[in-house]
T-cell receptor, first 108, second 114 residues
Framework: GIQVEQSPPDLILQEGANSTLRCNFS?????LQWFHQNPWGQLINLFY???GTKQNGRLSATTVATERYSLLYISSSQTTDSGVYFCAVEVGFNKFYFGSGTKLNVKP | DGGITQSPKYLFRKEGQNVTLSCEQNLNHDAMYWYRQDPGQGLRLIYYSQIVNDFQKGDIAEGYSVSREKKESFPLTVTSAQKNPTAFYLC?????????????FGPGTRLTVL
């Protein structure tokens, strides 16, 4: 099956710093999503981004489908950004695969 | 309020017992999914259903069963054949039409086998 790799696995930032999270995938995909999992386990949708670039406030994402990677940018990080960030890809129809996540800790 | 609900939030089970986790959505989505998450890991697909009365196995279906009798509901049964059932279980749905297939998640159920 497809391999979905996220890097870095762990990231510690000082509040106000910027960061880039990466998601590589080993095969062509139909769709790609970025999620934030909060400390209570809830998965929050950040971006639905099969290709191109999107921005939402301090967050933005870019997917280059032809090169099989996606990037999530977090600017001016806040303590509330802490948690685990996942990317998920759709292969075929309705079959999704998740990476193992990037655990972000933003310190005040 | 549109969304996905899962119940119960916490579930404790004795070894050898079957338990059923509930998942309901009122988003009018065609597809529904069950995932398992172990500590420090990503999500792994157990079962998915693209339409009522149809479902397919994911990568880790052994020891689990599902049904899809209604569009809104996709219950998951964890059977006694599942060797290591203690985990966090997440339900999702998708299907906004065409190729747009964004997944949305419920709050999850934490299952502990005693």
């Amino acid at each position: 099956g497809i391999q979905v790799e996220q890097s870095p696995p762990d990231l510690i930032l000082q509040e106000g710093a910027n960061s880039t999270l990466r998601c590589n995938f080993s095969d062509s995909v139909n769709n790609l999503q970025w999620f934030h999992q909060n400390p209570w386990g809830q998965l929050i949708n950040l971006f639905y981004i099969p290709s191109g670039t999107k921005q939402n406030g301090r967050l933005s994402a870019t997917t280059v489908a032809t090169e099989r990677y996606s990037l999530l940018y977090i600017s001016s990080s806040q303590t509330t950004d802490s948690g685990v960030y996942f990317c998920a890809v759709e292969v075929g129809f309705n079959k999704f695969y998740f990476g193992s996540g990037t655990k972000l800790n933003v310190k005040p | 309020d549109g969304g996905i609900t899962q119940s119960p939030k916490y579930l404790f089970r004795k070894e050898g017992q079957n338990v059923t986790l509930s998942c309901e959505q009122n988003l009018n989505h065609d597809a529904m999914y069950w995932y398992r998450q172990d500590p420090g890991q990503g999500l792994r697909l157990i079962y998915y259903s693209q339409i009522v009365n149809d479902f397919q196995k994911g990568d880790i279906a052994e020891g689990y069963s599902v049904s899809r009798e209604k569009k809104e509901s996709f219950p998951l049964t964890v059977t006694s054949a599942q060797k290591n059932p203690t985990a966090f279980y997440l339900c999702a749905s998708s299907g906004q039409g065409g190729t747009y297939n964004e997944q949305f998640f419920g709050p999850g159920t934490r299952l502990t086998v005693l």
